[in-house]
């Protein structure tokens, strides 16, 4: 129970620094609902409902990359990373945490591109809203543990995207798929076991990338 | 018992070779000074006994356990939107500081925070946050203290508060202190490190 004590602590901190500050989440609905509105006026008025659901994604993916951006900065800002890595608790507990914000950054940004979409584009179905949902905890669950990777460079800007676009490939496949297909069952199914796979691998993965 | 035990450690970043064979061994309430010019590898020590860098050479012993490291570096390591109870409490929790509220109380009114407690560490001068910074490092009671330029930033009332509070160290507990003022803890100091 102390370790979800910890994660709790962590992910209030994070809610707690956002709302201080606002540096992530005004972003992340400026840029999907601007580009949600880009695309309704890029594609031409022939397109079929195919390439809306996929241009909804690729909004989803990007939006994703803006906010895990900014994901680490408080803590490369003032070092901060370093008190917390020697903290006694188990360091997973920080990816876990910044995780939980990450998703509920990620599930702000969708309340209001979900509409948007289905205002611009088509409907948004059951099988829709449970494909973004699970992906969310994907993208969260990789690109946590990319943005602190990341964090640690230079070139993190650059970076994060290499390394986070690659590894979230499946969720783009599972999420057109569980929109569009004749079987979304089997695609959300595909996106739950992406989930599980790389939650595990990043939460046993964390201690070794924030520690010599 | 030794505390820290270091063996030819050595240290580089890259081609540059930052600590170089250093042999060190610190008993348990031994308070040892570390001097030496910028950029002779003082910080680095401290951060490689903290267990936040890995030597690249030779052999490094801590024989106490991490949660019971306080560590002060050239950053506070606090969030700047936070208030220093906000930071503090965070820090309670994770270190599982017993009765937290009192301990932060007590510290916050020690270093003279009590007035600002609940404003942002952002509004904070320099010497504010290097108080709150030390409130940081002593909040868990730690057997082993690593501090990196403790007075820097400190104002005369500052300094002299963190004097007092390593003379009530001293003795009791195990502390690395790396400073360019010996002569404000020499006597306090069982021993010293000069890295060239």
New interface residues.
Partial sequence: MTYFADVGALARKDLLLELRSRDTLPAMLLFVVSTLVVFNFSLPADTGDLAAYGLLWVAIVFTAILGLTRAFAAEREQRVLDGLVLAPCDRSAIWLGKGIAVVAFLALAEVVALPAFALFFEPVTWELVAAVALADVGLAAVGTLLAAMAAASRARELLLPLLFLPLVIPVVVGGVGASIGDDPGRYLAFLGLYDLIFAILSWASFEYVVTE | MVVIAARGLGRSFGEKRVLRDIDLDVAERDLLLVTGPNGSGKSTLLSLC?????PTAGELEVTV???R?G?L?H????????SAL?NLD??G????VPERRERIGMLLERFGLWESRRS?VSSFSRGMQQRLALC?TLLHDPALLLLDEPYAGLDDAGAELLDAELRALAGRRTLLLATHDPDRVGRLATGSLALA
């Fill in positions: 903290a267990g936040l860098l890995a356990d991490r949660g490291i560590y570096a950053e506070p390591l606090v969030y700047r939107e936070l906000e965070l820090y929790r994770l270190y599982r942002p940081r």
